[in-house]
């Protein structure tokens, strides 16, 4: 695995300072993760490495505080994107008085979380990843580039947090309905499903490409595959702004199929 770093100037975004980005990249799906759980305090040493288990978000919301495990929980809905506090709101399924499908939405999305040039990532993008693992399960998370923890969940009925070392739910940009759609992991298998918004869920933030396609290729060496911004495999033709990915993960240049 070759580790990039992407150092940043000094940023205060939703309250929460990104002074230096470390990312991953994932050669088979062909995208570049930030290398932990946001909160989390260090890359996992293990699944259940308490340390990289990350903060826990309500989908939609800033960085306002109410992601810290320790934060003091309300029962008044918000109607506002905005919340004038730091709590958890408990809630039946939103956290807002109004549905806001319009949150999270891309890398300049309402209250995206992430630090610049990071967004949340979509379903097909955290499937892409999964399929990826040498087996679907805990076991298989951590042992991918992304090194993925479970370190449990909130209830957003009581505020509690529970299932850690067994189950996690990562929140992507993704709606069903009501309903957001995450990748949840437990210690034998893991899924992509519905949860409601206002339960408070891990994010790993995935950095924004500007192009469209991908190619690993070489005059030396064989081609292996194209793929799309989704990861899936695509045809030669009809592809512009490709990069020229090795099995090492080196990128050479960025070109111009017409």
Not at 53 to 76: E, M, P
Not at 180 to 186: K, P, V, Y
Not at 220 to 227: A, C, G, P, S
Request: with cysteine; charged share 20%; net charge neutral.
């Amino acid at each position: 695995m070759k580790r990039r770093i992407l150092f940043l100037v000094l940023t205060i975004t939703n309250s929460v300072i990104f002074a230096q980005v470390n990312t991953v990249y994932n050669p088979v799906t062909g995208r570049t993760w930030m290398d932990k759980n946001l909160g989390a305090s260090q890359v996992a040493i293990s699944f259940d490495d308490v340390n990289a288990f990350g903060d826990l978000y309500q989908w939609g919301r800033a960085s306002d505080g109410h992601q810290l495990r320790n934060s003091t929980t309300t029962t008044v809905l918000s109607s506002s994107n905005s919340p004038n506090h730091s709590d958890f709101i408990l809630a039946s399924s939103d956290w807002l008085s109004f549905s806001n499908d319009s949150l999270w939405q891309g890398v300049n999305g309402i209250n995206n979380p992430c630090p610049d040039g990071f967004r949340l990532p979509t379903e097909e993008e955290f499937e892409a990843e999964r399929l990826s693992w040498s087996s679907n399960d805990a076991a298989g998370a951590f042992a991918s580039v992304l090194k993925l923890t479970i370190g449990g969940a909130r209830s957003r009925t009581s505020g509690a947090i529970g299932n850690v070392g067994t189950f996690v739910g990562y929140r992507t940009s993704t709606l069903n309905g009501n309903q957001s759609r995450l990748l949840g992991i437990a210690i034998s298998n893991s899924f992509t499903a519905n949860r409601d918004r206002a339960d408070g869920n891990c994010i790993r933030c995935i950095k924004n490409e500007s192009s469209t396609s991908i190619v690993e290729m070489n005059p030396e060496r064989n081609l292996k595959h194209i793929v799309d911004m989704l990861s899936k495999v695509v045809n030669k033709s009809n592809n512009k702004l490709l990069l020229y990915i090795y099995d090492d993960g080196t990128v050479e240049k960025k070109i111009i199929i017409e």
